[in-house]
């Protein structure tokens, strides 16, 4: 089983679509939270941190469900330059930090 | 904003050959990390490195080498490229609250 999963997808959605992913993680270890987003032959860039109490930015909110051991990202009103691919990064600490990164959701915003 | 440079967005090898693949940062991390991102197998970790001149394997470090010689810099050093190390190489470096900032990456093809 891997450490940290997620629906590869595609999600396929029209503009102003309200669209949730999910990413489990198996590691009770994992200490920290965070969704990246990458666009097509790029790097990844941060998106934003997970916290216990959720976290909004914009029409961006993040959860945690540490009983669950799922986090999640819930995307309002989807614009056409939302169409990426999203990681679910997770922080362990077993000694050292390890981070464990989810293969990606991809989304695609439809006009 | 961190910046971190890889020094080549492309590169074509042969089979055989040493490849070098250098990245700087800014902005006086301690710890900077190679990963390689493959469809369908997200990004798996080569080699990382927490101080200069330390050095410790990932996940995949067959096949590659390392160099830390100042903290600002770390090097993929790939010894005799072969065909399955044709890949996208990202390296990041990691600040003190744990996000990852990653460079543009290297797009490798070994022929």
């Known amino acids: 089983r891997k450490e940290v999963e997620q629906d590869p997808g595609p999600f396929n959605v029209p503009e102003g679509a309200t669209v949730a992913f999910n990413c489990t993680y198996s590691?009770?270890?994992?200490?920290?939270f965070f969704w990246y987003r990458q666009d097509c032959r790029k790097e990844p860039k941060l998106l934003m941190s997970?916290?216990?109490s959720g976290n909004e930015d914009g029409r961006f909110t993040a959860q945690l469900n540490r009983a669950s051991q799922y986090i999640s990202l819930l995307i309002r009103d989807s614009k056409l330059s939302d169409s990426a691919t999203y990681l679910c990064v997770v922080i362990l600490n077993t000694g050292g930090f390890k981070t464990i990164f989810g293969a990606g959701t991809r989304l695609f915003v439809k006009a | 904003d961190v910046k971190v440079t890889q020094s080549s967005r492309y590169l074509v090898k042969r089979t055989g050959e040493k490849v070098f693949l250098e990245c700087v940062q800014d902005?006086?991390?301690?710890?900077m990390f190679w990963y390689r991102q493959d469809p369908g197998l997200g990004l798996r970790l080569i080699y990382f490195?927490?101080?200069?001149?330390?050095?410790e394997k990932g996940d995949i470090p067959e096949g590659y080498s390392v160099s830390r010689e100042k903290k600002e810099r770390f090097s993929l050093i790939l010894e005799s490229a072969s065909t399955n190390q044709t890949s996208m190489y990202l390296c990041?470096?990691?600040?003190?609250?744990?996000?990852?900032?990653f460079g543009s990456g290297t797009q490798l093809s070994v022929l």
């Open positions: 590691n009770s270890a994992s200490q920290s």
């Open positions: 490195s927490y101080d200069v001149k330390m050095k």
């Open positions: 990041a470096t990691r600040a003190s609250n744990e996000k990852l900032f």
């Open positions: 902005m006086d991390h301690e710890n």
């Open positions: 997970v916290y216990s």
